[in-house]
């Protein structure tokens, strides 16, 4: 059966430091894959997708980046955090479809 | 400009009683939709889904109706139970992109009351 990690569960980081956020899926291969943004009270926003290794598109302008270094990991990125980079951040898969699998999540907070 | 939206931030109903989400939608090009129910500090997972060929589809307790002249569609929930309580997500697709990205709404949050 298929797996998606997420790493760490929670984060609380200083505004100008770097991120890394880790996806990883088990059991399947060259899924979609997807980073979302859920800020307080509100729904998930599509930050970045991709459909291979390498391939990234972004939805929206913002001071973060994606990569997709192997088939089945996804990275979201900032080189300096800003105040409103906090949110629960979720990181998906799919195969193809249009049902999406999603992660456990990961709370940031940038204080 | 909000290609879905959930107007009602939250609904309470009673055990037992049925449970009506609502959700519109503004692109005339989405043509799948779906539901996801999310508990707190947990990922949303898939409930049911539409296409837009149909106007019904039922699943269990949980029923989606799309009305596509209006561009409306409802999830409901019968007979509602505690465990429903959640946030509920609708979520919009176009065939024409990449077929897994969505669109989602706001949420709904449901709490039903034992």
Known sequence: SQTIHQWPATLVQPVGSPLS??????????PNLYWYRQAAGR??????????????????????????????QFI???????????G???CAWNPGGYEQF?????RLTVL | DQQVKQNSPSLSVQEGRISIL??????SMFDYFLWYKKYPAEGPTFLISISSIKDKN???????FLNKSAKHLSLHIVPSQPGDSAVYFCAASDLGT???????GDGTTLTVKP
Request: glycine share 10%.
């Open chain 1, 43 to 72: 729904g998930l926003q599509l930050l970045f997708y991709s459909v291979g290794i390498g391939q990234i598109s972004s939805e929206v302008p913002q001071n973060l980046s994606a990569s997709r270094p192997q088939d089945r």
């Open chain 2, 98 to 104: 990449n077929a897994g990205k969505s669109t989602f």
């Open chain 2, 22 to 27: 609502n959700c519109d939608y503004t692109n």
């Open chain 2, 58 to 64: 039922e699943d269990g307790r949980f029923t989606v």
């Open chain 1, 76 to 86: 979201l990125s900032s080189k300096k955090l800003l105040l409103s980079d906090s």
């Open chain 1, 88 to 90: 629960f951040y979720l």
């Open chain 1, 102 to 106: 999603f992660g456990p999540g990961t």
């Open chain 1, 21 to 30: 956020l880790e996806c990883t899926v088990e059991g399947t291969s060259n």
